[in-house]
C-alpha cells in the first residue's frame, strides 16, 4: 500500500504540503490540491484516518446532536453548519435526538467512543450530567447547559419584544403566543419573555399557549391550533415561536374562515425559505442562522485548541415585514 | 481506565452480552441494556470505537453524501436515513455536496479514509471513476451509477404520467413541466418522461423547462418560473418536479394574478410538509420517502454482510390530491 511519502513523491511536493492537504489545513494553493489529488489517485492512497486519530488522539469529527432534522429551522442549521465545519477541515457526525432523552444519552457516548473533536448540541433534551467529564469541548446552539460551555444564541428576547410591537403596532388587542414546550428551560423561552415585557407595557391582552413534546415531534399543530384559535375567538394577533408553527395558523385561520391579514395578523420565527412560500407570506423575525452556525463551529475549532471561548455568544434579530403583519 | 471485561463484571453480565449492546447488534432486553449503561456510567468506561474499528477493519458508520440539506425533500430523506440506521446501529457521517464536483470527490475519498461500512449516495455530481476500487459498499437513492452498485428510486416515470393525467382530467390543454437540470442522467428525467407520453398519447400541447444549476444550488427560482409563465401565458397546467418549485410556482401564479386553481393547476412531487403549508394546498405525487430510507439502509447493511442485493429497486408513487389541481 502506498504511504504519504509516495504521494509526496509523485506529486513533487513535501510531505508536509500533503500532510496540509490531508488535513485541509493551512493555506493550500489550488494547485497543490490537485497535484495531491492526482498522485492519490494514481497510487489508489487514502490516509486512514481512523489510525491517524488513534495517533492524534481526537478525530477531526464534529459530532452534531439535534432533535429534528426535517423541521425547517434544523435543516437550515444543519446545513449551514456542515458548510462551516467543511470550511475548517471537519467532518459531522450527524444525530437526531427526536427529544427522547435516552437516545440523546446514547449518542454523547458514541461520540466520545468515536473521538470527535468536540460535540455541537441543538438538542435540549440530554441532561447536563451526561457531559460531565467526557473532556471533550460542547458548543451549545439555542440551549443552555449550565456547566461552563459554551453557547451561540440569537436575542431571543429582543425577538419576541419585537414581535409584541409590531402586532400592536398593527392594532391588534388579542393577542397569543405560541410556543414548544420543553421539559428543560431553553433560550427560545426568553422569545415569550420580551413577547410577555411588551404586553405588560402597552397593557394588551395576551395568552401563552405551548405546544406539546408529541406534537413537536410529529411536527403536527393543527388540532391543538383549531382549539386554541376557536376558544380565543377575539384574537387578532399571534407571535408563534417558528416559522413552522406560524405557517400551520395561517392554514388554520383559512379553514375557519379568519382572514389574514385582515382579522388576524401573524409573525413568525427564524426566517426560513418556508415563510416565503406562504400566502400571505410571513411576517417574520430573523435568526441569523448563517452567522450563529459560523460563530458554533469557531467556537468549537477555538476550543480545541486549547484558547478560552465566550461563555455565551447572543447574535442579533431583526424584523422581516411581509404580509401576514 | 476501565475495560470491557469491568463493565460486564460491574453489570453481573456477560462480556459478549455488553458486546452485543455496545455494537447494538442481536436481541437487547431493556434491562441488559441499562445495567450496562449504568455499569458504563459508573466506571467512565467509553469504547473506543477508533481502536475497535482498527481491529474490525470498518466502522459502523456510513457515510452519507447529499447535495442539499435545506431542501425538504432532502432534509426529509435525511432524517428518515438517520432514524433507519439508528435502528440497525449505524452512524451517520452527513456531507453535503452541493453539486459541487470537487467536493463529492473528496467527500468519497474522506469516507473510505474514515472506513466507512458504505457510503449512501444521494448526489448527482459524483462521477462513477470516483467509486472505482474503493471497496465500500455504495447504494444510491433516487441516482444512477452504472457500474453495479445498488439503487432505490421511486416510480418515476408513474409519477409524471399520473401527474399528466390529473392535470388534463381537470380540463388543461397547455401543460408545462419544470424540472431541474443536472449535468448527469438522474431517475427523476424520467417524470419528464411519464409526463410527455401522456401528453402526446392524449395530443395536449406541452413544454418542458430546466431550472439552471445555480438556481437549484440557491433554492432561487422566482425570476425563471416569472419568465416561463409570462412567455407562455397560455399555460393552464403545470407539473413541477419538487413541492419546492411547486410552492415557488404559486407564488408566481400570485404575483402575475393568475388564479390557482381557477386558471391555473398545478401538481408537485415529493409530498413533503411543505405540499400542506401552501395556499391552496399543493396537489402532488407521493414519494415514499421513508420506505426508501428503510429499503435504502437495509441494501447497506445486507452488502456490508456479503448478501446479494438487488441491482434496481423501484417502490410505487401515488398521486395526492389537495387544492391545486
Do not use: W
Request: one cysteine or more; a neutral charge.
Amino acid at each position: 500500500m502506498a504511504t504519504l511519502k509516495d504521494v509526496a513523491k509523485e506529486a513533487g511536493l513535501t510531505t508536509s504540503t500533503v500532510s496540509r492537504v490531508l488535513n485541509n489545513r493551512g493555506y493550500i494553493s489550488d494547485n497543490a490540491r490537485k497535484k495531491v489529488g492526482d498522485a492519490m489517485k494514481k497510487l489508489d492512497y487514502y490516509p486512514n484516518e481512523v489510525a491517524r486519530s488513534l495517533h492524534g488522539k481526537s478525530t477531526n469529527t464534529i459530532g452534531l446532536i439535534v432533535p429534528h432534522i426535517r423541521h425547517p429551522y434544523f435543516a437550515e442549521t444543519i446545513s449551514n453548519l456542515e458548510d462551516q465545519a467543511y470550511k475548517k477541515g471537519y467532518k459531522i457526525l450527524l444525530f437526531n435526538s427526536q427529544s427522547v432523552h435516552e437516545k440523546a444519552v446514547e449518542y454523547v457516548n458514541t461520540c466520545v467512543g468515536n473521538r470527535v473533536a468536540g460535540i455541537i448540541l441543538c438538542s435540549g433534551s440530554v441532561p447536563m450530567e451526561v457531559f460531565e467529564g467526557i473532556g471533550v469541548p460542547i458548543i451549545t446552539m439555542e440551549r443552555f447547559l449550565e456547566n461552563g460551555t459554551a453557547s451561540v444564541e440569537c436575542d431571543n428576547k429582543q425577538g419576541g419584544a419585537m414581535a409584541a410591537e409590531k402586532l400592536i403596532s398593527c392594532g391588534c388587542r388579542h393577542l397569543l403566543y405560541i410556543g414548544n414546550v420543553n421539559s428543560v428551560s431553553m433560550p427560545a423561552d426568553l422569545r415569550a419573555e420580551g413577547f410577555r415585557d411588551i404586553c405588560e407595557k402597552r397593557k394588551v391582552f395576551y395568552k401563552e399557549f405551548s405546544t406539546e413534546e408529541l406534537q413537536y415531534n410529529d411536527m403536527r399543530y393543527d388540532e391543538l391550533l383549531d382549539n386554541i384559535l376557536k376558544k380565543y375567538p377575539e384574537t387578532d394577533g399571534v407571535f408563534a415561536s417558528s416559522d413552522f408553527i406560524g405557517a400551520q395558523i395561517l392554514q388554520t385561520c383559512r379553514k375557519l374562515g379568519i382572514r389574514v391579514p385582515e382579522d388576524m395578523k401573524i409573525v413568525g420565527f427564524d426566517d426560513v425559505n418556508l415563510a416565503s412560500l406562504t400566502t400571505p407570506q410571513l411576517t417574520t423575525i430573523h435568526q441569523p442562522i448563517k452567522e450563529m452556525a459560523e460563530t458554533a463551529v469557531r467556537l468549537l475549532d477555538d476550543s480545541v485548541a486549547g484558547k478560552m471561548v465566550p461563555r455565551r455568544t447572543v447574535l442579533p434579530v431583526r424584523l422581516v415585514e411581509r404580509g401576514t403583519a
